[in-house]
């Protein structure tokens, strides 16, 4: 299989189609595009819950994690709130790394809120590198509508966010032969804009029909899955999908497409009122921009210049491409 997320084809096939037990407190349960899943323990009672995982190659990949996490409990709709902490050591990590690795996820919990309610810690061989498994926890009020036709679609701030700061960071030292410093640094700084925390609560406050954060596969694989899930189409103009200078460039440079790059930090949102939405994220310091609407079918069409054609299902996500030609 390929590296990265499954396909939408063998996730289907392999994976939703095995899950057969049904609980009436499951909500909602797996399947394309639903991140969290959403529990229902008596009357009022809901809990959103995310399972996240990751190899731990920097200390600050802790925090990426614990935000992912959060932010699809965030575009569920849900508050998030608590966190707990799997990790699977290798026999040559000191203590002292552990601590530290520990005090990267406290600070990124204190910074947004939440507490790290449990966990488990242990030591393998089978392992060259510590894995992080992260369940997140939130309180859902009320399940969001989802989207149907006739609705407007808006992003927050930029696609391909994250994927252009890790490679600014594991290339910048090709990156700093063709491109100013400048660039490249801010390149490198696009992963304070990652939580997606701030716009999901304005947006549910502002009664959205459905949100879900772009993550691995880009800003293409997000739309794909979120008109997946509600069955329904879409038409997004390409020109209007808000992208920042410095992701150009690193694409550019590791000859990318931007729009299948991993783009945590950027929330799709659809909305009854798109430009009223727009107001208040910008009301709050948040760019978002309409970019597209929900249509009847299933066709998902991308414009480009008076020009249209049909979006493919979710691929690899650019990253790994990335990753293999930072050496150039």
């Known amino acids: 299989m390929r590296i990265g997320k499954l396909s ?130 939130g309180a859902l009020e009320k399940k969001l509508k989802g989207a149907v036709p006739g609705q407007d679609i808006v992003l927050s701030k930029w696609i391909g966010l994250e994927g252009t700061s890790l490679l600014a960071e594991e290339s910048r030292a090709g990156l700093l032969t063709r491109y100013p410093e400048y660039l490249v640094e801010e390149a490198r700084r696009f992963r304070e804009y990652i939580s997606v925390i701030p716009e999901a609560e304005l947006a549910r406050q502002a009664g959205v029909s459905d949100m879900h954060d772009a993550s691995e596969g880009g800003v293409f694989a997000a739309l794909w899955e979120l008109a997946e899930r509600a069955g329904v189409g879409l038409t997004i103009d390409l020109k209007k999908l808000p992208i920042r200078q410095e992701t150009v460039e690193v694409c550019e440079y590791l000859e990318l497409n931007p729009y299948e790059l991993l783009s945590g930090g950027c929330l799709v949102m659809v909305s009854e009122d798109g430009p009223g939405l727009v107001h208040v994220l910008a009301e709050a310091g948040i760019p978002a921009r309409v970019v597209g609407s929900i249509t009847e079918g299933n066709d998902r069409l991308i414009l480009n210049d008076g020009e249209a054609r049909y979006m493919d299902r979710p691929k690899t996500d650019e990253i790994y491409k990335g990753m293999e030609r930072r050496f150039k």
Do not use: W
């Open 8 to 137: 939408e084809t063998v996730l289907k096939r392999s994976v939703i189609r095995q899950i057969r037990s049904k609980r009436i407190e499951v909500m909602d349960g797996a399947g394309v595009g639903r991140d969290c899943a959403i529990l229902a323990f008596g009357e009022g009672a809901r809990t959103a819950v995310c399972v996240q995982e990751a190899v731990i190659h920097r200390m600050d990949d802790m925090g990426l994690l614990i935000n992912h996490g959060m932010n699809s409990l965030a575009a569920a709709g849900a508050s998030p709130a608590a966190v707990t902490l799997a990790l699977l050591l290798p026999e040559a990590m000191e203590e002292s790394e552990l601590r530290e690795l520990m005090a990267e996820a406290e600070g990124i919990c204190k910074g947004l809120n939440l507490q790290i309610a449990g966990g488990h810690t242990a030591v393998s061989g089978a392992v060259s590198q510590p894995v992080a498994s992260i369940t997140a926890y």
